[in-house]
């Protein structure tokens, strides 16, 4: 097992200077919001009991519990825009200290990956199939897809569109 962690002065050159968004639901009235990770973060939609299988497999292949513990951002400004609704906004995200990414490039969103997983699939096997890594942020970015993003503290830049 390799080490996810990656150094945050290393980011701009990684991500190839490509900007990764984050929704939020509210709005923010400084420029640049200071955001961590959470430590224990309880699910909006999926079961419980599912993320903790989840992150029990994340946490054996990447030592990351990445669905408690990630700040959910996309390369995608419209996805972004999606979750923010009417009332958010979406930023911009920048790791200001060392961080871990984990992505699929087959699974745009693991939550409607996991609603539509084949009868008698199990969780682990999901997520064999869904091929994730943290390799390659630039890629993740490209791609449009769900990236969970894990990080002690990131700037969360307004942008200006809307």
Known sequence: M???????HS???DAASQPIYRGFERTFASDVEIIASPMDRVPKHMPCEVQVLMDD???ARFSVRFRQRS?????S???????????????????????????????????????AIAPGETIEALLD?????????SGAIRSGCEV????ASVAAQKIACR
């Not at 200001?96 to 745009?108: D, E, I, L, Q």
């Open 2 to 8: 390799h080490n996810p962690w990656k150094q945050s």
């Open 11 to 13: 980011w701009i050159a």
């Open 57 to 59: 497999w994340f946490e």
């Open 71 to 75: 700040i959910f951002s996309s390369g």
């Open 77 to 115: 400004i419209e996805i972004a825009r999606d979750y923010a609704g009417v009332w958010g906004e979406v930023r911009s995200l920048t790791p200001r200290t060392n961080y871990a990414f984990c992505w699929s490039h087959r699974c745009p969103d693991l939550y409607g990956a996991f609603e």
């Open 129 to 137: 199939r869904l091929e994730f890594t943290t390799d390659d942020i």
């Open 148 to 151: 969970m993003l894990v990080c």
